[in-house]
């Protein structure tokens, strides 16, 4: 069998949405569900929607902060201009799901599921993605203070015009999970960035971090 070479890019399916109906924020409570709706200019702060399905709906102008979204689910949906400055999405699960123009401080996804996510043009703090399970993935122009993959699976990941200043990769899994346009400035647990793709001119830059984790002295 030939061995496989390059990496492979997320594999991403667009969301369609049709037909929508204009909803009223009073559609959204906690372990409920909402389908085929248009929901614009939302202050969800401070509420509980811990286990609401959203499905093949759009979310404009919407304000989360600390909003429980808890074991929610979205589903072919697409969210633009998110402002969360804390938002609570643990153990989340995502599929099919748009994210554009938002701003989000600290995201709390620990456990989460994220399957064909693509987040663009969006300014996102510190990301807590432990143990979540990340497949097709894709972040866009976007700009990233902290990434916390610790323990994550991460399948087919990409960054495209993105800045990052830390990731921490301790004990994750990672398949095609490209780093190659990444501005980096620290790594943790560089041990497990098997199956992570980087450039030379990365590699090279982060040259004294591999050092220091391999108890390597440099002396000139």
Known sequence: MAKRTGTTA????????????DGEESALEAHGSIEGLRLTDLDLSHRDLAGITVSESLLTEVTAHQTDFRAASFLDTRIERLNAPIFLTPRARLRDVEIDGSRIGSADSY??????????????????????????VLFTDCAIDELDLADATATRVSFVNCTLNSLDVTRAKLTDVDLRSLELRRIAGLEHLRGATMTSFQVAELAAMFAEQFGIRVQD
């Not at 997320?10 to 109906?21: E, G, K, M, Q, W």
């Not at 987040?119 to 807590?128: E, I, P, R, W």
Request: net charge neutral.
């Open 10 to 21: 997320p594999r991403l399916d667009a969301v369609r949405l049709i037909d929508l109906t």
């Open 111 to 136: 456990d989460a599921n994220w399957q064909s996510v693509h987040v663009s043009h969006s300014k996102l703090g510190f990301v807590n993605l432990r143990g979540a399970v990340l497949q097709d």
